[in-house]
């Protein structure tokens, strides 16, 4: 039976609330114990991490990732996309279903799981259409999707714009415990707009997508969920005026969840004013304000989770006009970095709440077996050195595609080993 022994780190597991300095041992792919908890001989492994100084934490778990295969292999490949995974310390990452043709059918769902298998780097789970092709006509085969394996359901990139297909959808799959990802905007008073609606926009001459377009959905999607019992996730927060209807719906008991992007908390439609299309995104960069409010959704768990929303485009993609290029960045190799930069390192969240939200939270959402070290559970750890500094560099990045407005920053904290199922699958350097 082949162990590891990953010794004298700083281990945080906000599932058993342990945050202490300890050993954890790790036999055939399950995590066995941590310290003499469960009476095992710590001292002897076949292999073992010298972990002093490093966070060890379960698993980060990505629950909003564009892999875009099948249809886009140009932008990334499932293989490619779980490679960055595991760079930036992510051993589980759910892909969103708006590949060409769309994850809507149980071949779909098969394809993803047997490529992620012969990629064989981190876990793939699998999010699937809510509606048919994803246009919004008729619900997707619920019931067969949930039997090929799919975690949750969502149209991301486009919102379910009819809310009697809404509200079917989420009576459908509160009978399967299943929740909706939903991305959140109203087309009509989007459309068109590049950035943020606003003063920046004014001045830039370029069109704005108004903060009403994604609070108006939220608070339909809010009102449907209530009514019918069922599981909303809202995708992407970026208002102010989100955060504050998704704390007054928790408040009243309706079941929602809600997840925020490192770049939704770190920049603001300032940043536009270089007309940079990597710094084009829906839902766009919004005002300072919109930014504090979502950390101190983030802070007062009002936003359960942070997501990357990884979204790789080619860089001749990217390289088109502002009004032509397409929306999204990349995230996953570095939202570690920025959220210990932008939230730890400014003290605005501890260290378990910034691992609750990167693992713990996004994995009981999903309902899949991760995001803790309790003995038994699946042994997927990363281990973080919070102190280390870097600078990022996009031609180094494991993605196909280098489209990040981060280039060049320095930040602090970063994934220095990935582990999935007791087996060392990333070591920087």
């Given at each position: 039976m082949a162990t590891l022994l990953i010794r004298g780190g700083r281990v945080i597991d906000p599932a058993q609330n342990i945050d202490r300095i300890d050993d954890v041992l790790v036999r055939d792919g399950l995590v066995v114990s941590i310290g003499h908890d469960g009476g095992q001989p710590l001292g002897r492994a076949d292999e073992t991490i010298e972990a002093g100084g490093l966070i060890v934490a379960p698993g980060l778990v990505d629950m909003h990732v564009h892999l875009r295969e099948p249809g886009r292999e140009e932008?990334?490949?499932?293989?490619?996309?779980?490679?960055?995974?595991?760079?930036?310390?992510?051993?589980?990452?759910?892909?969103?279903?708006?590949?060409?043709?769309p994850i809507d059918t149980q071949a779909a769902v098969e394809f993803i799981h047997q490529k992620a298998a012969r990629a064989d780097t981190c876990n793939v789970f699998v999010v699937a259409c809510v509606s048919r092709g994803r246009e919004g006509k008729e619900l997707a085969e619920i019931g067969r999707l949930v039997e090929a394996g799919a975690v949750a359901f969502s149209d991301d990139g486009a919102p379910v714009y009819d809310a009697e297909l809404m509200r079917r959808a989420l009576e459908y799959c509160r009978m399967f415990d299943k929740p909706i990802l939903a991305h959140e905007e109203v087309l009509e008073l989007s459309r068109g707009g590049v950035m943020n609606e606003g003063l920046v926009s004014l001045l830039l001459g370029l069109p704005g997508m108004p903060a009403a377009a994604e609070d108006v959905m939220i608070g339909r999607d809010v009102t449907l969920t209530e009514a019918t019992g069922g599981r909303l996730h809202v995708m992407h927060v970026s208002t102010a005026g989100g955060v504050a209807l998704i704390r007054d719906a928790k408040r009243r008991g309706v079941r929602v969840t809600a997840e925020a992007c490192p770049h939704h908390f770190t920049l603001t439609d300032e940043s536009l004013r270089g007309f940079d299309s990597n710094y084009k995104m829906s839902p766009p960069l919004r005002t300072a304000a919109d930014v504090e409010a979502i950390i101190e959704g983030l802070v007062d768990g009002t936003i359960d989770c942070i997501a990357t929303d990884h979204a790789p485009h080619a860089r001749e993609k990217k390289?088109?006009?502002?009004?032509?290029?397409?929306?999204?960045?990349?995230?996953?190799?570095?939202?570690?970095?920025?959220?210990?930069?932008?939230?730890?390192?400014?003290?605005?969240i501890g260290w378990p709440r910034l691992i609750e939200s990167l693992s713990t939270l996004p994995a009981r959402i999903l309902g899949i077996n991760r995001g803790t070290l309790r003995p038994g559970a699946v042994a997927d750890v990363t281990l973080i050195d919070p102190e280390r500094s870097w600078q990022v560099d996009i031609n180094t990045f494991r993605s196909k595609s280098v489209n990040s407005p981060f280039h060049g920053w320095t930040l602090r904290g970063r994934a220095v080993a990935t582990i999935v199922g007791g087996r060392v699958k990333y070591r920087l350097g």
């Open positions: 932008d990334e490949t499932i293989e490619t996309g779980t490679r960055a995974a595991l760079a930036g310390g992510f051993t589980s990452v759910a892909c969103i279903p708006n590949t060409e043709p390289m088109l006009e502002l009004d032509r290029a397409p929306f999204g960045i990349l995230g996953l190799e570095t939202a570690v970095g920025l959220s210990v930069t932008r939230l730890v390192a400014t003290g605005r």
